[in-house]
Structures are given as structure tokens and as C-alpha cells.
T-cell receptor
């Protein structure tokens, strides 16, 4: 299957600072990338969908000013958690799809964010 | 929107036994149903998928069945091994939307 690389795998930051998470599709061009958040022992919750070159579409209840998403190229999307607080601590996972409709979505390794 | 329910939430089997995980979906327009395996601290890994024009698909010890009429699909793992222990998620997708995930099943294979 295709490879999606997410970096960093773990990050600890202080309250009030911003953290950037990168998601790269290594061997295919991703027209669409998705960002998920996962709480312990729970399922993945979709945060936003991003298409290359356009603004991300955020799910209801997700603050777009808090979670900035940029999909500048067909192989890179970034999620920036701004002014992080302890409640933002979570496991963030990206996925990428090569085509727009009904194709396999490949996931990154995830990023464990801890805000202290 | 789509709603996917997954059962059971936990499943414990003896090594060599079979494991079955079931999911139901609500949107009859959904037409792609992947299954993911997630190990602790890692992202989900696609293990098998099925499209709505197929009723069954098999890949070695793993198989997925789909009943469009009843709107449910199942994952079957035969000859389970300890390394199969993980959390398994089913998902469904409709059109251009993102995947909707089930709540997950924690599979424990006892050696």
C-alpha cells in the first residue's frame, strides 16, 4: 500500500505555544488529506478535510482558528495547533487519498501531543 | 450523515480460533467499506476493503462479507495468532466524504 509519513510522532509543548504536525504522502499524490483526533480507547474523530490548494473543510465543533490546516502541495498537509492548552493533548492522525471518491485512505503513524 | 455501529467492543479468542467482528451502516448510498487494524500508539493500517458491488472478499486469513440489503458487513479472521491482537475499526464512505468509523473492537488472541 501507499505510504503516508507523519511527523513528529511525539511532541510535548508548553501551554500557549503552537505546534505544527506534518503529513506527507511519500509515493503518491494526495488530492485529499484528512485530519483526525483520537482520544484514549476511542474511535477516530474527523476534524477536517483538506484539498490541495483550497481551504480546509472543518467538522462541526472544530475551531478553525485553533487548528490551522494547510494543504500546500499534493504531497504535504500540515496541522498547526495554535495556543495549545492541556485539553488539546491527544493523538492526532492524518490520512491521504489519491483520488476524490471512494478510494483507499492510508494513514500516518499518528502524533501524540502532550501540552503541559 | 452516515452512522456506523460496530460489535463487539472487545473480543477474546484462543490462538487458532476464528474471530468475527460485525458492523452496520445507515446510509444506503455508502459504497466502500474498509477495515483497519490499529496497534497501540500507531496509526490505523488498512487490512482489507470491499466495495458495494462485491459480496465477499478474501485475503489469506482475512475475509470481509457485505450484505447491502441488511446494510451490514463483517470481518472474519481465521486461525488467529497473537500478533492479530489489536484494535480493529470498520468504516464506511459515501461519495466524496471522509470515512465514518465504527467504535472499534479490541481483539485479544490468547496464546
Amino acid at each position: 500500500g501507499a505510504v503516508v509519513s507523519q511527523h513528529p510522532s511525539r511532541v510535548i509543548c508548553k501551554s500557549g505555544t503552537s505546534v505544527k504536525i506534518e503529513c506527507r504522502s511519500l509515493d503518491f499524490q494526495a488530492t485529499t488529506m484528512f485530519w483526525y483526533r483520537q482520544f484514549p480507547k476511542q474511535s477516530l474523530m474527523l476534524m477536517a478535510t483538506s484539498n490541495e490548494g483550497s481551504k480546509a473543510t472543518y467538522e462541526q465543533g472544530v475551531e478553525k482558528d485553533k487548528f490551522l490546516i494547510n494543504h500546500a502541495s499534493l504531497t504535504l498537509s500540515t496541522l498547526t495547533v495554535t495556543s495549545a492548552h492541556p485539553e488539546d493533548s491527544s493523538f492526532y492522525i492524518c490520512s491521504a487519498s489519491q483520488y476524490i471518491m471512494n478510494t483507499e485512505a492510508f494513514f500516518g503513524q499518528g502524533t501524540r501531543l502532550t501540552v503541559v | 450523515g452516515e452512522n456506523v455501529e460496530q460489535h463487539p467492543s472487545t473480543l477474546s479468542v484462543q490462538e487458532g480460533d476464528s474471530a468475527v467482528i460485525k458492523c452496520t451502516y445507515s446510509d444506503s448510498a455508502s459504497n466502500y467499506f474498509p477495515w483497519y487494524k490499529q496497534e497501540l500508539g500507531k496509526g490505523p493500517q488498512l487490512i482489507i476493503d470491499i466495495r458495494s458491488n462485491v459480496g465477499e472478499k478474501k485475503d489469506q486469513r482475512i475475509a470481509v462479507t457485505l450484505n447491502k440489503t441488511a446494510k451490514h458487513f463483517s470481518l472474519h479472521i481465521t486461525e488467529t495468532q497473537p500478533e492479530d491482537s489489536a484494535v480493529y475499526f470498520c468504516a464506511a464512505i459515501t461519495g466524496r466524504r471522509a470515512l465514518t468509523f465504527g467504535s472499534g473492537t479490541r481483539l485479544q488472541v490468547q496464546p
